[in-house]
């Protein structure tokens, strides 16, 4: 069993949240549960799923057979999501009890809305009530821009920790980390490096400092985020690159390699909304 040291990122409500884990989008659930496992051998302890992606069962599996390496579920962070179909009064707060179930725990660690569309002030209202039951530890947003953080901010009762935002070095979505930092909201990166976009993986930038420090340019990319002070959950099912993935907390890029990523920022987005 692999032991990785992953910084752990104070939330405002004073939970932690490891910064770095596992995106499990797009994995099938028969395949989700050994992926799961694999990267928990490796060091990985934080999960990210959501109920549109059919895998939480899985999930919660997998993190029940790692009894079996001397793990507990306080050992784990588990991140779930409800989606929009689920955003009305009373609606959301039932999925938050099937989540439970499928997850086959007591409590979420993080529960996000998926998209700011629909009724998500209700939606939100009862993520609250959840919260208020001890079912979830800590709730956020996900793909909101800052006037949907704005609408949030204005009308809840307790904070959101986290928004989960498209976010790479060809789009650092500097407004909302900007309006996220001032009102004490973590920011997490999906498609850390932009979906796999080749153009910007084999940068030169990228090859440089990935020759320099003897790692892979996706492995640079996923460095800056860390430096960054983001939250990142990279998605693999490849073992190689569940390892590789990980193995980022062993050097450091200095300020100038920061600067020169900072400047590939063209507010390229893969996923419009």
């Given at each position: ?11 405002q ?19 989700c ?5 694999k ?21 919660g ?8 390496f ?21 609606k ?7 989540m439970?179930k ?25 993520m609250?009530?959840?919260f208020?039951?001890?079912?979830v ?5 996900s ?14 009762k ?5 928004d989960q ?14 309006m996220c ?25 990228f ?10 340019n996706?492995?640079i ?12 959950f ?15 907390f ?23 909304w």
């Amino acid at each position: 069993m692999a032991k990785i040291d992953i910084p752990q990122i104070k939330l405002q409500n004073g939970e932690t949240i490891p910064q770095f884990g596992l995106g499990v989008y797009q994995i099938p659930e028969r395949e989700c549960e050994e992926v799961c496992l694999k990267a928990i051998k490796l060091g990985y302890r934080h999960i990210d799923t959501a109920q549109i992606y059919g895998n939480e069962r899985a999930v919660g599996a997998a993190i029940k057979k790692s009894k079996s390496f001397g793990l507990e579920r306080k050992d784990f962070f588990i991140t779930t999501k409800i989606w929009i179909t689920d955003f009305e009064k009373g609606k959301a707060k039932r999925q938050v009890d099937e989540m439970l179930k499928r997850l086959d725990t007591n409590y979420i660690d993080l529960l996000l809305l998926h998209w700011p569309k629909n009724n998500y002030i209700a939606a939100y209202k009862d993520m609250e009530e959840a919260f208020s039951e001890g079912k979830v530890k800590s709730i956020g947003l996900s793909n909101f821009k800052e006037n949907n953080i704005k609408e949030i901010l204005n009308i809840c009762k307790i904070k959101p920790v986290i928004d989960q935002i498209e976010l790479h070095p060809y789009a650092q979505r500097k407004g909302i980390v900007k309006m996220c930092e001032e009102n004490g909201i973590n920011v997490e990166a999906w498609y850390p490096i932009a979906h796999g976009d080749k153009n910007l993986i084999n940068n030169s930038i990228f090859t440089e400092m990935a020759k320099k420090y003897k790692k892979t340019n996706a492995q640079i990319i996923l460095r800056w985020h860390i430096q960054k002070g983001f939250i990142i959950f990279p998605r693999a099912k490849n073992p190689v690159h569940l390892e590789e993935n990980i193995n980022i907390f062993d050097f450091e890029l200095s300020e100038e390699e920061m600067k020169k990523i900072d400047g590939l920022d063209k507010n390229k987005i893969y996923v419009s909304w």
